[in-house]
């Protein structure tokens, strides 16, 4: 059995410049899955990076307010909201609240780094 909690993985700067914790991969965790799961954080009144990955990548919102940009789309997101962001699409999330903006990020097949691209 697998079990990690988010407080028990090493915090990161991502590529596209959010607090990260990433919770699976499967190089790492050598579990069976075709995905990677991470934690990520971003600040009041910052915003990450406009990057794209060459994979498929889905944020699921776990608290605070933000906006949430993919190539021309933009939409406010909240928590509980689920936003599916197709591979090779100019992104990056803004957060419009007065508290962290925390998602989780599933992106499959997994994360590599040579993969995400900074705009």
Same mark, same amino acid.
């Given at each position: ?8 993985? *090493? ?11 990433e ?12 995905? #990677?799961?991470?934690?990520?954080y ?12 060459? *994979? #498929?990548? !889905? ?8 906006r ?5 789309? &933009?939409?406010? !997101? *909240?928590?509980?909201?689920? !936003? ?6 100019? *992104? ?7 508290? &962290?903006? &925390?998602?989780?990020?599933? &992106? ?8 995400? !691209?900074?705009?």
């Amino acid at each position: 059995m697998l079990i990690k909690h988010e407080k028990d993985c *090493q915090e990161i700067i991502a590529n596209d410049g959010c607090r990260l914790r990433e919770l699976l991969h499967p190089e790492r965790d050598h579990a069976d899955i075709l995905y #990677s799961l991470a934690i990520a954080y971003v600040e009041p009144g910052k915003a990450t990076y406009q990057h794209y990955l060459r *994979q #498929s990548e !889905v944020y699921y919102i776990i608290a605070g307010i933000g906006r949430m940009h993919i190539e021309e789309e &933009v939409q406010e !997101v *909240q928590p509980g909201d689920t !936003v599916y962001i197709p591979k090779e699409k100019n *992104q990056w999330i803004e957060n419009m609240g007065e508290n &962290v903006l &925390v998602f989780a990020a599933l &992106v499959s097949p997994p994360w590599r780094e040579e993969d995400d !691209v900074r705009i």
